[in-house]
């Protein structure tokens, strides 16, 4: 049922003075005064926007009670009103009792209120965006114009008839419906790894997953490689380097796509015939999805990536996939100016988790281990206390670990190109540690065949069973713990069963492999 706005906005109001749960309601929903605005021709003042500030004032103050005919009087009375105004507020008041209003109707005169409140929004934003513009400066009204666009997608954000409440007593409907929804969900985007993708379904919408290594550790590596994966499955692929070129960028992406070797293409060395043939097969991959890198150095924010994500959706389709490498690069313009650095990083790691979900994409990125940390840990016999590797180990590590829906940890080995991947945090599943072969010559990270998967795990000491079940054969939630020990090992207990691995292969700054750092 679609009304005018003054319609819209005197059933809202009587429902807003009828019952203290429609009040509830619409403060769950963030409806307040600004949402009223409706003037009569030829005057100045809303009158539904002032008799709202009233009730949801008087309701904060009177810890839950409506407003009524004789508080309204006596507030007007206080404010020294003049009796044109009060005798305006009171036929107000008489012609929204008056009303007849169904209980049943308030969450979608709610959601229309909100979006029409959304339009006022937008309409401001194109003539007060321009003004700012010629009057101030560009920079000025873009931010003044992504403010209005956050403005607008909070007004928006609650689709109407969204069920909030579940009795489980009453649930067989909802289940068998929301069963069959759950079942129509698109796949995720597989990383590439059977084993990770059969245990976690791949990377979803509102997913963070982190990846935690050291210095030269592989990190970026194995973003490029996820994210290849997901443009080989047809899907859009934003991607954000705080550190590299774009003209790096694009040599490791060739080398990975074509099979060339990066220090060829680094070193220009390639024949004439050899470089026309890779423009090629560059030319060749115009249609189909996108691959985006984007570099900054100057604004490396989740502001900027947001912005981005907006341009893209625009010109050239929503991205399926976002990667930012790394957090360690990025700042937030609302950090303030005395934040150290840790808090810098907990505050933009955040924002991606708020455009994951704003934008219902999944978000992949890493952050650098810190050595300083890792030595700190070792020396902590003395202390009696255990520290815990993954949430101590990174800048901002423990809010990480809370916030992300999954993180992983390198473990490199520069001798055989083999690393050993933990998942330090699985949300929803659990995944064991697996062996990967790294070839930074190729910018390529490939899962071992079975038969290898079972000779370097058996080599490296880790556990080659699947998750521990109880007596009766039933699974049950692992319990995890991780410490440093003496001997200069991390080690890592899953249940009843153990693995370590060196902390000071965790240490390195350069894998001296000839080809460019992981």
């Not at 009524?68 to 009796?83: F, H, K, P, W, Y």
């Not at 597989?190 to 210095?215: C, H, I, K, N, W």
């Not at 694009?250 to 060829?264: C, G, K, N, W, Y």
């Not at 890198?293 to 893209?312: G, K, Q």
Request: glycine share 6%; charged share 30%; proline share 3%.
């Amino acid at each position: 049922m679609k009304l005018s706005r003054e319609e819209l906005e005197m059933q809202v109001l009587k429902h807003l003075t009828s019952d203290q749960k429609s009040v509830i309601r619409a403060t769950a929903l963030s409806i307040n005064a600004e949402h009223f605005s409706y003037k009569e021709e030829g005057s100045k003042i809303s009158y539904t926007n002032n008799l709202a500030k009233v009730i949801f004032k008087y309701f904060e103050e009177s810890d839950g009670s409506l407003l009524t005919e004789l508080v309204l009087e006596n507030r007007m009375i206080a404010q020294g009103l003049s009796d044109v105004h009060k005798g305006r507020f009171l036929t107000l008041w008489a012609e929204i009792q008056d009303l007849d209003i169904d209980s049943n109707e308030l969450h979608d005169l709610l959601m229309q209120l909100k979006q029409k409140r959304a339009i006022s929004i937008w309409q401001d934003m194109i003539t007060s965006g321009h003004k700012i513009m010629t009057e101030t400066s560009l920079q000025e009204a873009v931010s003044y114009v992504n403010d209005s666009i956050k403005d607008i997608e909070t007004e928006l954000s609650n689709e109407p008839g969204e069920k909030r409440t579940l009795d489980i007593a009453e649930s067989y409907d909802f289940f068998k419906r929301e069963y069959e929804k759950q079942k129509m969900r698109p796949p995720g985007i597989l990383s590439g790894y059977d084993e990770m993708d059969r245990r976690t379904s791949g990377f979803r919408g509102s997913q963070v997953t982190v990846v935690l290594g050291p210095s030269g550790g592989g990190k970026s590596l194995q973003l490029l490689n996820w994210a290849y994966n997901a443009h080989k499955q047809g899907k859009n692929v934003l991607y954000f380097s705080f550190e590299l070129s774009l003209w790096d960028c694009l040599l490791r992406h060739m080398s990975l796509a074509f099979d060339v070797p990066f220090q060829e293409l680094k070193r220009t060395g390639l024949m004439d015939e050899e470089v026309i043939s890779l423009a090629e097969k560059l030319k060749g991959m115009q249609d189909g999805p996108y691959f985006e890198y984007d570099f900054t150095d100057s604004d490396p924010t989740p502001e900027y990536v947001d912005m981005r994500i907006r341009e893209l959706t625009l010109t050239k389709g929503k991205p399926d996939i976002v990667i930012a490498d790394y957090i360690g690069e990025m700042r937030t313009r609302t950090a303030p100016k005395t934040a150290k650095s840790w808090e810098l990083h907990e505050l933009a790691f955040d924002g991606l988790v708020k455009i994951a979900r704003r934008h219902n994409l999944p978000v992949l990125t890493a952050q650098q281990l810190n050595r300083d940390t890792i030595k700190d840990s070792r020396k902590s016999k003395d202390s009696g206390k255990s520290h815990t590797y993954d949430q101590s180990a990174a800048s901002g590590g423990q809010h990480i670990m809370h916030q992300a829906h999954y993180v992983f940890v390198l473990e490199p080995d520069k001798e055989t190109g083999i690393a050993v991947v933990h998942m330090a945090k699985g949300r929803d599943a659990w995944v064991p540690p697996y062996c990967v072969r790294v070839a930074p010559e190729f910018n390529k990270i490939q899962e071992l065949t079975p038969d290898e998967q079972i000779e370097m795990r058996a080599m490296k000491g880790l556990s080659q069973s699947e998750k521990p079940k109880t007596d009766d054969s039933r699974e049950n939630t692992a319990t995890r713990t991780q410490s440093y020990e003496d001997d200069g090992k991390l080690n890592v207990s899953i249940n009843d069963e153990s693995f370590s691995f060196n902390v000071d292969d965790l240490t390195i700054d350069d894998l001296s492999l000839g080809a460019p750092e992981w």
